[in-house]
């Protein structure tokens, strides 16, 4: 599944079909800047204190349109199938821990 470019925001996270994650911390524009997870992972997203797997990772900045052509995968937003989604809302902590973890702040100040 792809994404449309509309439906990309700030503070949502993305799982890719090769159960990556990428986080988006900044959109202007046709530029985003966001950060892939370490690997493969599983997270409880059910549970806002979920350490994200962002630890010292690059921030990227790319076009949105590249960033959408990606493999994206439907996932549980909420840790149950009811619930099932594109993308999963950040919370404020988990944007700033991400931030923070990957040394954005001035990028996305420049953006």
Same mark, same amino acid.
């Given at each position: 599944?792809?994404?449309?470019?509309?439906?990309?925001?700030?503070? /949502?996270?993305? $799982?890719?079909?090769? *159960?990556?994650?990428? !986080?988006?911390? #900044?959109? +202007?524009?046709?530029? =985003?800047?966001?950060?892939?997870?370490?690997?493969?992972?599983?997270?409880?997203?059910?549970?806002?204190?979920?350490?994200?797997? /962002?630890?010292? $990772?690059?921030?990227? *900045?790319?076009?949105? !349109?590249?960033? #959408?052509? +990606?493999?994206?995968? =439907?996932?549980?937003?909420?840790?149950?199938?009811?619930?099932?989604?594109?993308?999963?809302?950040?919370?404020?902590?988990?944007?700033?821990?991400?931030?923070?973890?990957?040394?954005?702040?001035? !990028?996305?100040?420049?953006?």
């Amino acid at each position: 599944m792809k994404l449309n470019a509309k439906d990309i925001e700030t503070g /949502f996270l993305y $799982q890719t079909s090769d *159960k990556h994650y990428r !986080a988006v911390l #900044a959109v +202007k524009g046709d530029f =985003l800047i966001y950060v892939a997870s370490l690997g493969a992972v599983t997270l409880n997203l059910a549970n806002p204190q979920e350490i994200m797997p /962002f630890d010292n $990772q690059p921030f990227k *900045k790319c076009q949105i !349109a590249t960033f #959408a052509k +990606k493999d994206y995968q =439907l996932f549980s937003a909420n840790a149950t199938q009811e619930n099932i989604a594109i993308k999963h809302a950040l919370n404020d902590k988990q944007l700033a821990d991400i931030t923070l973890q990957c040394n954005a702040k001035a !990028a996305i100040a420049t953006l």
